[in-house]
């Protein structure tokens, strides 16, 4: 109610109204159902983090159609978006429109880095973002949205515990509520804390000897979250901190951040809205421990981050929409250790600053034949050149069906690190990419939505990092590359009864590639590194009156490649075939009458016991990363009567 106007809110029916969690602000900056939202969105639910019995942001997402989980060093985990790799500066994640990817290398890498209970829900953009949101938003957007009042009043506790192998995997501790203080004014709060390890597998390394990860994959999360929201104005807070253990080497890698951010509407009528935002950021974005050699002191750095921004959303008539946008970023790194020697490589300081500036506008007209919208993002960004971004889409509904067009471009800017660790391979050039969508839909009653996608996703001079013995850890550009596919989603709303279903499979275009990684032959079709082509997903939730519920979900992903050393010498490659794999997941939830509420869930994670893995996008020898077999879980929920 707050972001829409008044003639919005009447036109909704019942039928909107039952599809509410539907709704986003995430492809149009205005609050629209999805139907009507330009490009491909999927929206997991908190029903469906429920059912799936996601604990943490990575379980979550591997729902998604077209996302799959991998492998980065230092046994960091990103994304596969569409079977391209796009864990470094490629996929922008946001918590509630705060941005966390890091300055130095433009990752967010997922792990146990955000805990589940306290989403409302998470909206996800297949595709290109960077109208909207800029440099690292070449494949795809993710906004994750904690819960309100709108969600929840009052305050609830989470202990999570689970077991494999026959140790401790997986501690949770989280409180979170959401209160009203006034008629107007509304605050959000969490804290949690993670113990776990990433993985209590046994396994072999290259050289045959057995591992047994529970010893070397000790990760610790902590992080806190405040909002008040008043008025027009919502200020927030956030701060996390992740100590992980790598497994195949000897030291640890913490990342943190610390961000405020403060929007305020200064003005809405029934014609127009103007929206002011400010934010600032700090983080410490990869910092290695224990190790004492230069080589890694050097990337530990300190990143900050200031920016501005401003929003328009005007009707002039009843058949246009404007959208504008005007941001601004000042960025700054530096070394964490003051060690003689420390020093870009870029510029020969112990600092790297990069400015920014950006101009967004769309236009939308809405006809009897459906919506046309067509912008364009200007951006300049002092470590890259002037960048353009264009994006054109309709969208029309006609009944139950709706149908969308898009084609849109996006880029990708060179981060610090980027610059720094390409100046021995000759400098980088900024990546950009190309996204074509055609989507089919249906609703049904309110309780069926039906859709599918045809997609085509190119990179154009893709930065890509490479391990050579001459240029050491370094970045290139390559020429292009590009996937084509399909991604069906399926969602049913009953009154007992929520299903929430994907299927995405990808073929990589051999004829447009140039990747040496793309060079895998599998049944005649090409594929990415480490991204399988297929995969499809079905999770559930079933309630029994009001005290029990089963949960259930499934994630089948077909075979998929990955290289690893031969010996110890590590200088000879062998391309391994990994089959593919089926994961079942049951859970039944149990809400006791004895003590009012207290919500006892327990289940079985992989419980046919598959060896699940995480694969690398690399051809540098990264070993996969063996998870968890089969785990059981309980978690306590009480919600305080007050």
Not at 362 to 372: A, D, N, P, V, Y
Not at 393 to 401: E, H, I, Q
Not at 457 to 475: C, F, K, N, R, W
Request: charged residues 20%.
């Amino acid at each position: 109610m707050r972001v829409s106007s008044v003639e919005a809110l009447l036109m909704q029916d019942s039928s909107t109204s039952a599809a509410s969690g539907q709704r986003t602000e995430l492809s149009n900056g205005a609050a629209l159902d999805v139907r009507e939202a330009t490009g491909t969105i999927t929206i997991l639910t908190a029903e469906d983090i429920k059912a799936s019995g996601a604990r943490t942001l990575e379980e979550a997402l591997a729902l998604v159609p077209g996302v799959v989980i991998g492998r980065d060093v230092d046994d960091m985990s990103g994304l596969f978006i569409r079977g391209q790799w796009a864990h470094e500066g490629k996929c922008l994640f946001m918590l509630n429109g705060m941005p966390l990817n890091e300055s130095s290398f433009g990752t967010f890498a997922l792990g146990v880095r955000i805990p589940m209970a306290n989403i409302s829900r998470i909206e996800v953009i297949n595709g290109s973002g960077s109208l909207l949101y800029g440099g690292f938003a070449a494949l795809g957007v993710i906004n994750i949205i904690t819960k309100d009042v709108a969600d929840l009043e009052g305050t609830e506790f989470i202990a999570n515990q689970s077991y494999s192998n026959g140790a401790s995997a997986f501690r949770q501790l989280q409180l979170y509520g959401s209160h009203r203080a006034s008629a107007e004014t509304e605050l959000s709060y969490g804290v949690d804390l993670t113990l776990a390890n990433r993985s209590n597998a046994i396994g072999n390394d290259h050289t045959d000897t057995p591992i047994h990860y529970g010893d070397s994959t000790f990760t610790n999360s902590m992080s806190g979250y405040f909002s008040l929201h008043r008025r027009r104005f919502r200020g927030q807070f956030y701060t996390s901190s992740t100590s992980s253990q790598v497994s195949d080497r000897t030291y640890d890698v913490e990342m943190r951040t610390v961000m405020l951010q403060g929007d305020q509407t200064v003005m809405q009528n029934s014609h127009a809205r103007i929206a002011l935002t400010g934010s600032y950021r700090f983080q410490l974005p990869w910092n290695v421990q224990n190790d004492s050699s230069w080589l890694y002191t050097a990337i530990n750095t300190l990143d900050q981050r200031a920016s501005l921004g401003a929003d328009l959303i005007w009707t002039p008539g009843p058949k246009w929409i404007v959208r504008s946008r005007i941001s601004g970023f000042r960025d700054q790194s530096r070394f964490l250790n003051h060690t003689e020697g420390n020093a870009f490589n870029a510029t020969g300081t112990e600092r790297l600053v990069a400015m920014d500036a950006a101009w967004a506008n769309e236009i939308t007209t809405k006809r009897t034949w459906g919506q046309l919208t067509a912008g364009s993002r200007v951006e300049y960004n002092t470590l890259a050149e002037l960048l353009f971004a264009p994006r054109i889409a309709y969208v029309g509904l006609f009944g139950p069906l709706h149908f969308k067009l898009q084609a849109a471009k996006a880029f990708k800017t060179p981060t610090f690190q980027n610059i720094d660790l390409a100046v021995n391979t000759g400098g980088l050039t900024t990546e950009s990419a190309r996204t074509y969508e055609a989507e089919i839909g249906f609703r049904s009653n309110g309780r069926w939505d039906l859709s599918m996608v045809a997609f085509r996703s190119e990179l154009h001079a893709p930065i890509v990092y490479v391990y050579t013995e001459a240029t050491g850890d370094s970045y290139i550009n390559r020429t292009r590359s590009a996937s084509d596919g399909i991604e069906l989603r399926l969602r049913y709303t009953g009154g007992a009864l929520q299903l929430f279903g994907s299927y995405g499979h990808y073929t990589a275009d051999t004829a447009w590639t140039d990747l040496p990684e793309i060079e895998l032959q599998q049944g005649g079709d090409k594929a990415f590194l480490g991204a399988p082509r297929r995969k499809a997903t079905l999770n559930g939730l079933l309630k029994l009156g009001t005290q029990l519920d089963f949960r259930a979900a499934g994630i089948w992903q077909s075979e998929a490649y990955s290289y690893a050393f031969r010996d110890a010498s590590e200088t000879d490659l062998d391309l391994q075939l990994h089959p593919a794999t089926l994961r079942l997941d049951l859970g039944i939830g149990y809400r006791t009458r004895l003590v009012e509420g207290l919500t006892i869930v327990a289940g079985c994670r992989n419980i046919l016991d598959q060896r699940l893995e995480l694969l690398s996008a690399y051809n540098n020898g990264l070993t996969a990363f063996p998870l968890n077999g089969r785990e059981w879980t309980l978690q306590i929920n009480y919600r305080f009567p007050f």
